[in-house]
């Protein structure tokens, strides 16, 4: 071979490379994952200031790592909403998407005000999580709070096991290269573990005996505060399938009934094309959990001189 084919071929190659790398990063969002930090408080939650473009879809955190737009003076009315990957929707969501923002601009389009529906949330997190961070940052003079939940969560207690940087999706610096980072991250792990991953889906995970101590956390603050309150009890496909919770979300239930918890049933009116896998709603997913906790916000938030009837 000559030195001029040589030349030729390797920069084809560099060509090539080059445009791979740009096609991945400015297309597909590679190099913009969402970083993660630890917390001696909650475990682990997204840094704060985050703006990233990921698989196609645009995802926020603001200051305090909510995913959501930063707080504003003229914020008139606050609403929480904690939970886990459920509620956050994660880079395969869009932030015009997930439900928060969806009641967010429905309820301001609706009442003429700056009315706030903050998402709190991080993959895996319990309600024990979601209340240590409510303990460590208040609750923002929030007129109601509400908490997005499955039935894993009723056993999902915090073990403050490492994760950042240890998973794979808890990163917290971006990938030097995308393509490093596709195959990193993509595709030598589908090689290793593609049984696993095309596995039907079963159920959740116990993670431990107790019940978690973040449900009667939340009850006992709200009540103290006199702040309304309720739970939203989310299905996996399967419970949707079987049209029935699994034990720990009859725990759940029995939790809810017993304190006078309004608690929103999922399953009720939940479908198997609300899924994009085993438990995470897609985009029409997010829109029915949206209608349902919108429909319980309006019976429960009172704003001063409005009726939310």
């Given at each position: ?8 071929i ?7 490379v ?10 597909w969002?590679f190099?913009d ?5 630890e917390d ?21 955190y603001?200051?305090y790592?909510?995913?959501?737009e ?8 606050r609403?929480?909403?904690f939970g886990?990957s459920v ?6 969501t869009d932030q ?12 301001t389009?609706?009442?003429g ?10 993959g ?12 460590k940052y208040?609750?923002?003079?929030a007129e ?17 096991e490492?994760s950042v ?10 990938a030097f290269?995308?393509?490093?980072e ?8 589908w090689?290793v573990t ?9 159920g959740?995970i ?11 956390s939340?009850?006992q603050y709200?009540k103290s505060?006199d702040i ?9 496909k399967l419970?949707?399938v079987?049209q029935?919770?699994?034990?720990q979300g009859d ?6 009934s017993?304190?006078?918890?309004p608690?929103?049933q999922?399953?009720l ?8 896998d ?17 429909a319980?916000?309006e ?10 009837e």
């Amino acid at each position: 071979m000559t030195k001029i084919k040589i030349c030729v071929i390797t920069i084809i190659l560099v060509v090539f490379v080059i445009s791979v790398e740009i096609y991945l990063r400015y297309y597909w969002g590679f190099c913009d994952i969402i970083l993660i930090q630890e917390d001696p408080d909650f475990e682990y939650i997204a840094q704060p200031n985050q703006t990233r473009f990921r698989f196609r879809h645009h995802v926020k955190y603001n200051e305090y790592s909510m995913r959501s737009e930063p707080l504003k003076k003229t914020d008139k009315i606050r609403i929480l909403g904690f939970g886990d990957s459920v509620i956050n929707g994660g880079a395969l969501t869009d932030q015009d998407s997930i439900a928060t923002t969806i009641i967010e601009k429905e309820l301001t389009k609706k009442y003429g005000d700056d009315i706030r529906c903050l998402n709190i949330s991080a993959g895996s997190w319990g309600p024990d999580n979601c209340y240590a961070y409510l303990e460590k940052y208040g609750d923002f003079d929030a007129e109601l709070i509400f908490l997005v939940v499955s039935s894993h969560d009723a056993h999902d207690n915090m073990t403050f096991e490492k994760s950042v940087d240890v998973h794979p999706g808890a990163p917290s610096k971006q990938a030097f290269s995308a393509i490093y980072e596709l195959f990193n991250r993509y595709l030598l792990p589908w090689k290793v573990t593609s049984k696993s991953i095309t596995k039907e889906y079963q159920g959740p995970i116990v993670k431990g005996n107790e019940f978690n101590t973040g449900f009667s956390s939340f009850f006992q603050y709200t009540k103290s505060k006199d702040i309304p309150f309720f739970i939203y009890l989310h299905p996996d496909k399967l419970e949707v399938v079987n049209q029935k919770y699994d034990y720990q979300g009859d725990k759940i239930i029995q939790f809810c009934s017993e304190n006078d918890i309004p608690l929103v049933q999922g399953i009720l009116f939940e479908n198997e094309s609300m899924f994009r896998d085993g438990i995470h709603p897609n985009k029409y997913g997010q829109k029915i959990m949206a209608k349902a906790l919108l429909a319980e916000i309006e019976k429960l938030l009172v704003i001063p001189g409005k009726n939310m009837e």
